[in-house]
């Protein structure tokens, strides 16, 4: 094999394609990655959307906007009072930004360490397994793969009449990124990114009102788990409006006027900073030669089978590219499936059992199916819940806001779904999560004995719940 010839090549170095590479290299593949992201410092930042500007700044700005809220608002009730409170935006972004360098780092330290051959710049895909290189500090070049990884992510949609300028206008890179906390903070969607850091911004002081087009709040959860995590946001102050179309928004004197009509009639709103949160749409402009042989779907998604395989042999694609939801933990597992798939090795992706989260506080959790898809279906299931007011942890903490719900098959009791909402939810959604993958039911659940006295029992006495036997609440 020459010099310019590989086993495998990934394009794209997000949670994807850094996944998957790894695990080839692991495999004895002779394997390149191709990512062109760099940090504010020049240097190579593989990770994708999720690492440098999604997933893991967002949850560094909410941890700690999530302190300052709970000094401000809830530890008198623990006896602890604290005079003087102030917060430094600069030290939070600074520490936001550590981290990010932190973990950036140590995927090119990994990528040496499995003897990768990494490529900070772009990479573009033409006929024959032929890749286009160009680095951002030298001049394009060609290598062939044996196979070809397409992992590339996806980018924010762009809504018309708003155009954002990342100073007054905002996407999610400059949502990161304000230097002061905004009097009024607006938010165009109300989904996760909008729900994360209109959290951020309002715990730390701002009006902030969310702007959502469709009627009905959070419509991929149960209406009675939506209903108890809009009521808490609003306690919070979160103002969240349903059924608003914005129809523009201008930045003029250091404000932002936004149109939006609500019920047939026209609005206006003018905030110091807005933030345009609309969803993400596969990032392939530039990725694909028109002689490529990969095919796109009417949505802009390329076009798999369920093995992640495109309409070109051996061209695969991953992650936010394709069908299923654009989640980071979704993309690592098809990464590693499809390096394992080229190997040789047997592959498993069960899009089924895949977890969403919003990390807001109540957070947000939930897989599988809803009551609303299982009645579409025509499917007879039953279900079970319990608060985590009704836990002794909870209330010792201080933090007893949500539930748990289940849903079981009528007949044959297999889990079907979960929805959390409450403290810790991301974590306690995978014991559910391995439940389902060895389809387990919700007497397995019952049966498990979890330790006195946890949040986690919550996820216990909702299974019980499901066969009304719950313990600690009426049935």
Not at 203 to 231: C, H, N, Y
Not at 372 to 378: A, D, I, N, P, V
Request: charged share 25%.
């Amino acid at each position: 094999m020459s010099e310019n010839e590989f086993d495998v090549i990934f394009i794209g170095g997000g949670p994807g394609g850094y996944a998957g590479a790894i695990r080839a290299a692991q495999l004895g593949l002779k394997t390149m990655l191709i990512d062109d992201r760099q940090g504010d410092d020049g240097k190579p930042a593989p990770g994708g959307t999720c690492l440098n500007v999604g997933c893991i700044p967002s949850k560094a700005l909410l941890d700690s906007s999530k302190h300052f809220h709970h000094i401000q608002h809830d530890y008198t009730d623990h006896g602890i009072s604290v005079d003087g409170l102030s917060i430094d935006i600069d030290t939070m972004l600074e520490r936001k930004r550590k981290v990010v360098k932190q973990l950036t780092g140590g995927l090119v330290q990994l990528f040496k360490a499995n003897k990768i051959e990494f490529v900070n710049g772009r990479g573009k895909l033409f006929a024959d397994r032929q890749v286009e290189v160009t680095p951002n500090d030298g001049d394009k070049y060609t290598v062939t793969g044996q196979h070809i990884v397409l992992a590339a992510g996806s980018v924010a949609f762009s809504i018309p009449n708003v155009e954002v300028d990342n100073e007054l206008i905002l996407d999610n890179v400059g949502a990161l990124e304000i230097a002061q906390v905004p009097k009024r903070f607006g938010v165009i969607g109300a989904g996760v990114i909008g729900l994360e850091m209109g959290s951020v911004w309002s715990r730390l002081g701002s009006e902030t009102v969310l702007l959502e087009a469709v009627d009905d709040f959070l419509p991929v959860i149960d209406r009675d788990m939506a209903k108890l995590a809009q009521r808490e946001f609003k306690k919070q102050g979160l103002d969240i409006r349903m059924g608003c179309r914005v129809s523009a928004a201008e930045a003029s004197d250091g404000k932002v006027k936004v149109s939006y009509t609500k019920d047939g009639e026209e609005h206006q709103e003018v905030f110091d900073k807005l933030l345009v949160a609309v969803g993400r749409k596969p990032a392939t402009d530039q990725l694909l030669a028109d002689d490529s042989g990969v095919s796109l779907t009417e949505r802009g998604q390329i076009e798999v089978d369920g093995s992640c395989r495109t309409s070109a042999d051996q061209i695969w694609a991953i992650g936010d590219l394709v069908r299923g939801p654009m989640l980071a933990h979704k993309a690592s597992e098809e990464g590693i499936a499809v390096a394992e798939s080229i190997a040789g090795q047997a592959a498993h992706i069960n899009l089924d059992t895949v977890p969403w989260v919003i990390y807001t506080d109540p957070e947000i959790a939930w897989l599988g199916k809803t009551e609303t898809q299982l009645k579409e279906q025509g499917i007879e299931y039953k279900t079970g819940s319990f608060p985590f007011a009704a836990t002794g942890r909870g209330l010792a903490m201080g933090n007893a806001v949500g539930q748990v719900k289940i849903l079981a098959d009528a007949e044959s009791d297999e889990l079907l779904g979960c929805q959390i909402v409450g403290p810790s939810a991301s974590e306690f959604i995978g014991e559910v999560v391995v439940a389902m993958e060895f389809n387990g039911s919700s007497e397995d659940l019952a049966r498990i004995v979890h330790a006195h006295p946890t949040l986690s029992e919550a996820v216990h006495e909702a299974a019980l719940a499901v066969d009304k036997r719950a313990i600690h609440k009426v049935n």
